[in-house]
């Protein structure tokens, strides 16, 4: 019998209250013959996710809502892991991934930033999302924070507030031109005594807003001073409009400072569905990790590694292909959002969506449910991004341009009405 279909009448357990402890007033979480922690029973769904699961058997329906496009993986990263997978690379893997993985990783980062970075740096984890897991685990527990730019994914809140810690959201201000600008002061202040970490992803998702290297530094030397942990989510570093490559914090940390880089396969080398990242730390914390992800995955799928190593050795023109096929897709979409009186967009620097704002939209997501419900397209809404994401909607504009044009010629008629 399903959990849920329990008679829970019999329970008489202790109760807990939203610090942990028992005596509150409030029962257990119904459906359930014991306690689950707090952190857990109220961790809040993501909103994408909603729109998301709306979306299962709409016909003909055009998906920007999260972060991918509609190419498959490459055949030279397919073939490689299928010829593994049929050799017997099947079975238990070194936990921190292959050592051939992690040499090709410690190449590509010294030669993409321009800056030494040793083998023993290098740990391979069961998707970006699963390093930022382990970070969180790593550094942060009851009674802590973890201190995060915003506008921000989703799912790095809820890893913290897994944890029992607290995230505290300091929100990009908006410039009269509609970037978004970081203050750095009110950053620092939301920083105490507690504070075990600052989060900043950059480029960003969903605003496209890239920090700069004098804000790099900035935040840096806050964090030497104050002795705590600098988070970098570095995914979209390849996805830069301006420059080769964004700016890293490792290129101006030394190879002890308590900066951790997270990074994944899915974007730059469509991988989506593979579930591989990867993590640059300090050496002295492998051994940490190596614990930590034996008691969450014992490891990375081996043969799926050596689609990584592929990727990484044969990848580069198809990454530039890639970012290049983005860079069309921005300029179409900006072009064609910029035109509806009703939205304030900013062509962004970085990443692959827009983050763009609808007059007087109060309810986004009430918003984007009637969108696809009259267009087939698929938003993700602002309110799932923190403070300051009400009154946008984000799009992905990774797929192929026919894609896009069609999705913007359904949006348009509902974009210019009010919402």
């Not at 001073?225 to 989510?233: F, S």
């Not at 409009?241 to 914090?249: G, I, K, W």
């Not at 304030?344 to 939209?361: D, M, N, Q």
Request: glycine share 10%.
């Amino acid at each position: 019998m399903p959990i849920t279909e329990l008679n829970t009448s019999f329970y008489n357990g202790p109760l807990y209250s939203a610090d942990g402890g028992a005596g509150s007033a409030r029962p257990a979480p119904t459906g359930f013959p014991a306690t689950i922690r707090p952190e857990v029973a109220e961790l809040e769904s993501s909103k994408i996710v909603e729109l998301w699961k709306m979306g299962f058997g709409v016909d003909n329906l055009i998906p920007l809502w999260v972060g991918e496009g509609n190419e498959t993986t490459p055949d030279f990263i397919t073939d490689a892991a299928h010829t593994a997978l049929k050799s017997g690379v099947c079975f238990y893997s070194q936990k921190r991934g292959l050592p051939e993985l992690r040499q090709e990783l410690a190449a590509y980062m010294q030669r993409t930033f321009e800056t030494p970075v040793d083998v023993e740096r290098m740990t391979v984890t069961s998707a970006g999302m699963n390093g930022i897991m382990l970070v969180v685990q790593a550094v942060a527990g009851l009674g802590d924070n973890v201190v995060c730019v915003t506008p921000g994914w989703p799912n790095v809140v809820g890893a913290i507030e897994i944890m029992g810690a607290e995230a505290r959201k300091v929100s990009l201000d908006q410039s009269d031109e509609g970037g978004f600008i970081l203050d750095l002061e009110r950053l620092f202040a939301s920083c105490d005594e507690r504070t075990r970490a600052i989060f900043v992803v950059s480029p960003s998702n969903p605003t496209g807003w890239m920090i700069t290297p004098e804000e790099q530094r900035a935040v840096l030397e806050f964090c030497r001073a104050r002795g705590i942990w600098l988070v970098a989510d570095e995914v979209y570093h390849r996805f830069v409009y301006e420059q080769e490559v964004a700016n890293s914090f490792l290129q101006i940390a030394e190879p002890e400072d308590a900066l951790i880089v997270v990074n994944s396969f899915s974007k730059s080398w469509a991988m989506t569905g593979w579930r591989l990242g990867w993590l640059t730390h300090p050496a002295s914390l492998g051994p940490v990790l190596d614990n930590l992800i034996e008691f969450n995955t014992s490891g990375a799928q081996g043969f799926l590694q050596h689609g990584c190593i592929a990727a990484l050795r044969e990848g580069e023109d198809f990454v530039k292909q890639t970012v290049d096929r983005c860079r069309q897709g921005r300029d179409l979409v900006f072009q064609r959002l910029s035109a509806l009186p009703t939205v304030r967009a900013t062509c962004p620097k970085g990443a692959f969506y827009f983050f763009f704002a609808v007059e007087g939209l109060t309810d986004s997501l009430n918003a984007a449910k009637k969108i696809l419900h009259e267009t087939g397209v698929g938003l993700a809404p602002g309110s799932a991004f923190g403070p300051g994401g009400e009154g946008n909607f984000r799009l992905c504009y990774a797929g192929t341009l026919d894609r896009l044009s069609e999705a913007m010629d359904r949006l348009e008629p509902v974009l210019r009405k009010p919402l």
